[in-house]
């Protein structure tokens, strides 16, 4: 079997597509083993989550920070310290700088709640309600220096109800994006391996 590359998870907040990942990479089969989960935010309630399940988690607080790019050379450095060969975004609350981006070009993914390139940026699902789209949903796309910007590796689509909201779409899309992720990470972790 290919090496599993090792694979930091970033997040700012609860961690559900982290632990849907962690819970993913358990299988012996599964390309991607997931080695860090790192956030920008100390208090996030998915790091607790994080060590709950045995994995090794690092905060490093961006607001100690003077600039993005110096919080980011500090990420970048505890990512080198763990020996990390992927990135995968879960809900991580922080636009990347060109820096850090061509660092990892290649490498790193992220989720994202719309049907890319449709609603970039925040706000999706009342964006989507707003503009009467008959479906709203999520993709999981390359990293690059445009927000939300990169090529999809793959995406699911959710119908919007009439008596949606964006709370009670956002609710279903999560749901989605539970069994989304692990897909696209094994996607393009495989497509990195293959490369090598």
């Not at 600039?67 to 975004?89: G, K, N, P």
Request: hydrophobic share 45%.
């Amino acid at each position: 079997m290919t090496k599993r590359l090792r694979t930091a998870v970033l997040i700012s907040g609860r961690g559900s597509n982290m632990m849907a990942l962690v819970e993913a990479a358990q299988a012996p089969d599964y390309p991607a083993e997931i080695a860090l989960v790192l956030s920008n935010k100390p208090k996030a309630a998915g790091l607790r989550r994080a060590e709950a399940a045995g994995i090794a988690t690092t905060a490093i607080d961006h607001t100690a920070f003077d600039t993005r790019e110096a919080f980011e050379q500090a990420m970048d450095v505890a990512l080198r310290e763990h020996e990390i060969d992927f990135i995968a975004c879960a809900g991580f609350m922080r636009v990347m700088t060109p820096w850090f981006v061509s660092r990892w070009e290649g490498r790193m993914i992220n989720i994202h709640p719309s049907l890319l390139p449709k609603y970039k940026g925040l706000n999706t699902h009342k964006r989507a309600i707003e503009a009467g789209d008959a479906a709203g949903g999520a993709s999981v796309h390359w990293v690059v220096v445009e927000v939300d910007g990169g090529t999809v590796i793959d995406f699911e689509a959710v119908s919007i109800r009439p008596e949606d909201d964006e709370d009670s779409l956002a609710r279903r899309v999560l749901d989605h994006e539970l069994h989304l992720y692990p897909r696209a990470l094994s996607k393009a972790v495989m497509t990195v391996q293959r490369q090598k």
